[in-house]
């Protein structure tokens, strides 16, 4: 399995970065936030949320923050070994690779993940971080073997994306969908899932418990109260949904309010 060598996260409006002879790993760069800039071997990458660039070792490159714009990005730093490449073409390539995901909030949290297993070191958090990363080379992989998702599919599901962002306490279809787009409701559903990776439902409980995160830890109201509010009339389903997606469960967040 790839190796992970190092993992940090860039903020903030006056980075800068250069190596002149490049480094002694693959980089693998996401940006959830703001822009940046990336030149590598003399050509420009605009980096923006959602954007993933991948650097091959020894390839030089400086990177810069966009004057007067802020920005968050996920850098890991990696070395694979000749077996490894050998399975993934795309590490095969001697140039940089930069790509907008189709796929982004899955490699988003998946690399969010990493992040925290490679700064807190929990037990076998080395294992961890090799098997999350693999995943995240295989998704970016199987991207980079599909080609370019064609931009009117693109546009399609963005504003898909967007319509369940703002409606996700409602009930989200393929047919509501399918009036967004102005499609058949088979085909915004195929092209969601083909794009994201994730069903309509899937997308829609993650955004409901995005908020319910937040709800959790920084309202007055009860978990009963705050699955209401989200759409969900049982409880009990509000509290097997909570635990599926993030891990945990709604008491123990109640409770470090509590105290």
Known sequence: MPKVEDVHQDNGAEWYE??????????????????????VDGERNIMERGDVLLIPAHTPYYGKSVPTLTHTKTVVGFTVS?????????????????????????????????????????SYYELMAQSILTELLIDISREFDRGLIQSEKQRHVEHMKRHVERHYREKITKEVLGEVINRTPNYAASLFKEVTGRTISECVHRQRMKRAVYMLEESRLNAAEIAEFLGYKDVSYFYRMFKKITGGSPSALLKDRRD
């Open 18 to 39: 250069q190596a002149e002879t490049g480094k002694d790993c693959y980089l693998l760069t996401l940006a959830t936030y703001g822009k940046c800039i990336y030149w």
């Open 82 to 122: 000749a077996e490894d490449a050998g399975a993934l073409p795309l590490l095969r390539h001697d140039r940089a690779y930069k790509r907008r995901l189709g796929r982004y909030e899955s490699v988003h949290e998946r690399i969010r993940i990493l992040r925290e297993q490679w700064n807190d070191r929990p």
